[in-house]
């Protein structure tokens, strides 16, 4: 098996050599993606911190491939995998275009639209358009499935503060015990 040379960053896409600290076209430092979360993704595409958001299909930490995988297999055609994952246009398309579905399908078999309403031209026509969103929410799934086993699925993220806040406290309270130490010594030195 050959040794891959290059990587793509997840924010740009252009093509790195792979053992670069820094993606040569947009700055991105490759060591902070140890540091993202998808937790914090959502929470930046909530409060519409767009440029703090990056689409990787690296998974964190904070997200399982296998929990994907169930949630579009069984609740897929509901975006119930979008949901999980922070990918909200994606989940408000399937979920729509599905519940469309259900209410038009459940109409006819209550017969509160006649079954031979959809036989004429406005009712083909109704139906074509009822259908249509539905068939490309099923093309996105299966496209999602095959990309979350290939591992191709991308998930947003975006640095965790509290994790990098907590990286800093260490360094910070190791530094400061260093000092300290350090102190220490030159006292016992200044002493003898």
């Not at 360094?171 to 030159?186: C, G, H, T």
Request: aromatic share 14%; charged share 25%; hydrophobic share 40%.
């Amino acid at each position: 098996m050959r040794e891959k040379k290059y990587k793509n960053c997840p924010r740009c896409n252009k093509r790195n050599l792979i053992n670069q600290e820094k993606c040569v076209n947009c700055g991105l430092i490759f060591e902070r993606l140890k540091k993202v979360t998808n937790r914090a993704g959502k929470e930046a595409i909530k409060n519409k911190e767009f440029n703090k958001v990056i689409y990787t299909n690296d998974l964190p930490a904070d997200v399982n491939k296998w929990k994907i995988f169930i949630l579009n297999l069984f609740l897929g055609a509901f975006g119930a995998h979008f949901a999980y994952v922070g990918r909200y246009k994606f989940f408000y398309y399937n979920l729509i275009s599905s519940l469309i579905l259900i209410v038009f399908v459940a109409l006819i078999s209550v017969e509160i639209i006649p079954e031979n309403f959809i036989y004429t031209s406005i009712g083909e026509t109704i139906s074509f358009f009822i259908t249509l969103p539905t068939a490309i929410n099923l093309i996105i799934c299966f496209n999602s499935l095959v990309q979350i086993l290939f591992n191709k699925f991308k998930v947003p993220v975006s640095i965790d503060e509290e994790y990098v806040v907590d990286d800093l406290n260490r360094e910070v309270a190791y530094d400061i015990l260093k000092n300290v130490k350090e102190d220490r010594e030159n006292e016992k030195k200044h002493k003898n």
